[in-house]
């Protein structure tokens, strides 16, 4: 493993407790790096405690899932947490760097890479060093906000500028956006993108009683995806405690029929 990332964390630290047969490096399919980082948030911080906050909750969420009828982690192959890396405060494009070299590293021994942030600047390091190994992939963002600013608070690598950034790398398909600038409205204008604005999902479930948009949103990527979720996408009713929260955003249930689709038709090379 690289020298700047730390072993593996040992239960009950770990995400869900795994014991050591499901959850060490050299044997996992699937690596949780935990990224505690708020360097550019622009309203509420605390972004940096969100990935203890998760391993910490998942100690105790149910291992056996009622859908497969089995325990997810032995299902999956094993699912390892390296230590939290150490946050750059005073770059976030060496921040991002960082994440990039972690990523990097994750992808050379062949593990699905799951994010926890943070802050949603970060995804693109995963993003660089996944497309090394993926050209042809894309990216799935469930969001409020569109992230399409060329620069904000005199950094391009801000959390309002990561999907600018990440385009200019890979397609890209944006769900439940329901807050952008002037600027930002322009270059969703100009250059087409494929963007779901929030408004228009609920007027859709409004009018059928069923997500239909889900298709339409699988449709526009490719067979390699990136799933990228900021959680102040879903609704606040549901989740409140982000650095953002907007009026509106996906339901649980919503959420939960995009992501199966998406896993049904495609391939999801890694997640934050």
């Known amino acids: 493993m690289a020298a700047h990332l730390k072993t593996s964390v040992t239960p009950p630290y770990n995400f869900l407790a795994l014991p050591s047969p499901l959850s060490s490096y050299r044997t996992s399919k699937t690596v949780i790096l935990p990224a505690p980082y708020d360097s550019t948030v622009s309203y509420k911080t605390g972004t940096r405690e969100g990935p203890q906050a998760i391993l910490l909750a998942s100690r105790k969420v149910e291992r056996f899932d009622e859908e497969l009828g089995l325990d997810i982690s032995a299902h999956v192959g094993g699912i390892a947490t390296l230590g939290e890396m150490m946050p750059v405060m005073s770059s976030p494009k060496k921040m991002v760097s960082e994440v990039r070299e972690a990523a990097r590293k994750l992808c050379e021994d062949d593990k699905l890479i799951v994010l926890l942030g943070g802050e949603h600047s970060l995804t693109l390091g995963v993003v ?145």
Do not use: N
């Open 128 to 272: 660089q060093a996944l497309r090394e190994k993926h050209p042809k992939m894309g990216v799935l963002q469930i969001d409020a906000h569109a992230d399409l600013r060329d620069e904000y608070e005199g950094t391009p690598f801000s959390h309002a500028c990561v999907m600018r950034r990440v385009r200019e790398l890979c397609p890209a398909t944006q769900v439940g956006v329901r807050s952008f600038s002037e600027e930002e409205s322009a270059l969703m204008a100009k250059e087409r993108l494929r963007v779901f604005l929030d408004k228009d999902l609920a007027g859709a479930r409004a009018a059928t009683g069923k997500p239909k948009w889900v298709a339409e949103v699988v449709q526009t990527l490719p067979d390699e995806v990136y799933v990228t979720i900021d959680l102040d996408g879903l609704d606040p009713a549901i989740m409140p405690s982000v650095g953002t929260p907007e009026p509106g955003g996906l339901g649980w249930y919503d959420t939960l029929r995009l992501l199966r689709a998406v896993a049904q038709k495609k391939r999801i090379i890694g997640f934050d």
